[in-house]
């Protein structure tokens, strides 16, 4: 059983609620990093601010209309120098639809970037009590410090592995599903496959531009998501221990006045 109960409001705020499926936190972010992923690929940014639905809801957008739109490939096209191609390329009746949309992400992301916050900054000043430690029928999570290296590494290597190791298993799934269906839509371990044997121009076709393009964003969020949350998450366990220790331990200021011992 935990010690302390998030759902039970006995405070107003707290800093962070610690669950078999992760750690959920409130800590000060940059609004403009934030709004900048959330350009990067609509959703990351409410990723980062732990609204999963939201970033669920946006992110599964992007695909449907980006995909349906044609703009990856249309984005290919103009950098390569063919205006005319990206024209052809475009689908303005799913285009029109993309811009509001892409926009709002951005906007409600530093939005809701600048109120959590203000919200941060009076749950580390109430500094109430949560529960660090979660156990379930199939998972164990608990408050403690992890190698941001270590992250940074495993998500190198697979996007969703650097979640894994801190124990964000719902972004690790959703990461990791989702970098597979990039993977094999985009062609690109095929690619990698001609690559190897030297033949550049077999490898280049080989690929699918549209699909390739979401690549880098998939791989930068997994690598920065797993890193911030992993400096945070020990931020939060030294904080954490800090708290105990001043209330069950002893100031170093206490001193013991010793009195002469009696004779029987």
Not at 60 to 71: C, D, G, M, R, T
Not at 121 to 138: D, H, K, M, V, Y
């Amino acid at each position: 059983m935990n010690s302390y109960r998030n759902v039970d409001n006995q405070h107003r705020r707290y800093q962070a609620y610690v669950s078999t499926l992760g750690t959920t936190q409130l800590h000060p972010r940059n609004p403009y990093v934030i709004a900048w992923w959330s350009a990067t690929f609509p959703g990351f940014g409410h990723f980062l601010l732990g609204k999963y639905l939201r970033g669920f809801a946006l992110f599964l957008w992007e695909i449907v209309v980006n995909v349906n739109s044609q703009i990856n490939l249309g984005m290919v096209d103009a950098f390569c120098g063919h205006i005319e191609a990206a024209k052809h390329d475009l689908h303005p009746r799913w285009l029109i639809m993309y811009f509001p949309v892409f926009f709002f992400a951005i906007w409600d992301s530093y939005r809701t970037t600048v109120d959590l916050n203000n919200v941060a900054l009076l749950a580390q000043r109430e500094n109430a009590p949560f529960n660090t430690f979660a156990i379930g029928s199939a998972e164990i999570n608990y408050l403690d410090k992890r190698n941001p290296v270590m992250s940074v590494l495993w998500s190198l290597m697979m996007p969703g592995l650097g979640q894994l190791h801190i124990h964000r298993v719902v972004m690790a799934f959703f990461l990791l599903i989702w970098t597979i269906v990039f993977f094999y839509e985009s062609h690109v371990l095929q690619a990698d496959q001609w690559l190897v044997l030297g033949q550049i121009s077999r490898a280049t076709q080989v690929l699918n531009k549209e699909w390739l393009l979401f690549i880098p964003s998939i791989l930068g969020f997994a690598i920065y998501d797993a890193y911030a949350n992993t400096v945070e998450n020990n931020k939060l366990y030294d904080s954490e221990q800090a708290n105990y220790l001043r209330k069950h331990y002893q100031q170093l200021r206490f001193t013991l006045i010793k009195g002469e011992r009696s004779e029987p």
